[in-house]
């Protein structure tokens, strides 16, 4: 016979909460700092935001239960969820477990795998190259909302097609931007807010309802213009079982399911891909670079890596394994900046998590920003160390590394990540032989991913300006 668990009566509940708010002011005020300092009340804290209870769960061993082990008992859910539900409808992300994620997970599976992404690569790194390319020299550059803009051109070729009408592409590009501050702006506000008749609210139902025209658009191209070829895998000229004809992407697939995805689906689907894709990336990008500025002898080693792998030809599928270092880099900005910091589940009944009780209805929070900063995992946490993911290393910490979640909502983009951020990463290196920040230190802003609140950076030929 088990031993029942031990039920702590009292969770510990964090400090500082005010009458009426609870914690939402720290939330507001210093999130990061909050959720890092939770850790020293326990395993699993009570914090309040609003009159509403959540849950914060401190110990990596503890959200795996939730998301993988427990995983019946904290159903996806939350007020952040319920808020992106509002516009973005029913897409991966937000819809609640149960038969239709099982069904448009397994349906757009086969978009992700590595064997199918890999006949994207070339498509991907022509068009960053192009863009890299076209920077005017040593001019100041905003360097989020250039990573944002890379990350989702190379989003709409991979998976909207390389053929997309450029004034498609440059609208997508125009209103992205707009869509995603008011989805930071949907989350943060109460409910009630974000329904009042507001001159801000309603521009933001007018852009959702844009970005979904747009996106009728493109299946309607995909529709009219005709089929293309399977598409071949990059390096070795075969043709991937998965693959969809190289022009129509993520919708055919769509399409062509045994029951097809309404409209309406459709347009929720490629928002929610949107959405989820496009920052952050971007951000982890962002940091990358700024990380790269303030050290000299991680960027020679990247240089290093990148001019012997590829030296100045285009960065091919085959050449992403053997960037280690630069994936190394890249995982060690995903880890130092979250960029997720906080994630949502809701308890389906009353349950117990490391001797706390849960109530059926509450709400539970995990942070891979917060985990990715236990010095008992990592050690000297704040300092920038890509050797942390050496192979030769120990490998203690990766148990705690959760930025792309775990279980059956991990991640579906996690594989296209990691070949969409090498391609941006070596082209902006190939491109560029000196990047320099010209503004302060970025401070990390926690909205939707932890971004940097402010970075300027020029980009040039030479260590004279040329
Ligand atoms: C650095 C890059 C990325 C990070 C750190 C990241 C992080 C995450 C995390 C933590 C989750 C799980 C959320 C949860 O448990 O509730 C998630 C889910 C998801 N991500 Fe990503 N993501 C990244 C890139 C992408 C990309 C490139 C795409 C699409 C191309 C994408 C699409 C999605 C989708 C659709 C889900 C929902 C999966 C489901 O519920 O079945 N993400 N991501």
């Known amino acids: 016979m088990t031993a029942s668990p031990v039920i702590s009566p009292r969770t510990p509940t964090a400090p500082g909460a005010l009458p009426l708010l609870g914690h939402a002011h720290r939330l507001a ?5 909050f959720i890092t300092s939770l850790r020293r009340h326990g395993s699993v804290v009570r914090i309040r935001i609003g009159p509403t209870a959540a849950f914060v769960v401190t110990d990596p061993d503890l959200t795996r239960r939730v998301l993988v082990t427990e995983a019946a008992h904290f159903a996806k859910g939350g007020r952040i969820i319920d ?3 509002v516009f973005f409808g029913d897409g991966l992300a937000t819809v609640a477990d149960g038969d239709t994620h099982l069904r448009n997970r397994r349906l757009m599976q086969p978009m992700f795998n590595k064997a199918h992404i890999a006949t994207r690569v070339d498509a991907m790194t022509d068009r960053i190259g192009s863009m890299v390319g076209a920077w005017p020299a040593n001019e100041r550059r905003d360097v989020f909302a250039d990573m944002n803009d890379l990350a989702l051109a190379a989003f709409l070729v991979a998976l909207f097609g390389t053929d997309l009408p450029e004034t498609l592409q440059a609208e997508f590009t125009a209103l992205m931007p707009a869509v995603m501050k008011g989805t930071i702006r949907q989350t943060v506000l109460p409910g009630w807010a974000t329904r009042l008749p507001l001159p801000a609210n309603r521009a933001h139902a007018e852009r959702v309802a844009r970005l979904r025209t747009l996106i009728d658009l493109v299946i309607d191209h995909h529709d009219t213009a005709p089929t293309g070829a399977s598409s071949t895998d990059a390096g070795t000229g075969q043709a991937c079982p998965h693959a969809a004809p190289a022009r129509a992407g993520l919708f055919t697939t769509l399409l062509t399911a045994d029951r097809p995805l309404t409209r309406r689906q459709l347009q929720d689907e490629a928002i929610t891909l949107l959405t989820g894709a496009i920052e952050t990336t971007g951000t982890t990008l962002a940091w990358t670079l700024y990380e790269i500025s303030r ?6 080693r990247l240089r290093d890596e990148v001019a ?3 030296g100045d030809r285009p960065l091919r599928h085959l050449d992403l394994e053997r960037l280690p270092y630069a994936r190394q880099v890249l995982q060690e900005a995903i880890r130092a900046y979250g960029p997720a910091w906080m994630v949502t589940r809701t308890a389906t009944r009353d349950v117990e998590l490391g001797g706390h009780r849960i109530p059926e209805g509450a709400d539970v929070v995990w942070s891979p920003y917060l985990h990715q900063h236990d010095p008992s995992y990592f050690p000297d946490p704040d300092v920038f160390d890509p050797d942390r993911w050496d ?3 120990p490998q ?3 148990g705690a590394f959760l930025a792309f979640g775990d279980g059956r909502r991990k991640c579906i983009g996690e594989n296209f990540a990691w070949s969409e951020m090498q391609i941006i990463l070596a082209t902006v290196l ?3 032989p000196r990047i320099e920040l010209v503004s302060r230190p970025p401070r990390p802003q926690a909205v939707v991913t932890v971004k940097p609140d402010s970075l300027t950076m020029t980009y040039g030929h030479g260590p004279d300006r040329s």
């Open 396 to 398: 203690a910490a990766r």
């Open 391 to 393: 192979p030769g290393r």
């Open 430 to 432: 190939q491109h560029w």
């Open 295 to 300: 050290h000299p002898d991680i960027e020679r």
């Open 83 to 85: 808020a992106l539900r």
């Open 29 to 33: 005020r210093d999130p990061l700092p």
């Open 308 to 310: 012997t792998v590829c």
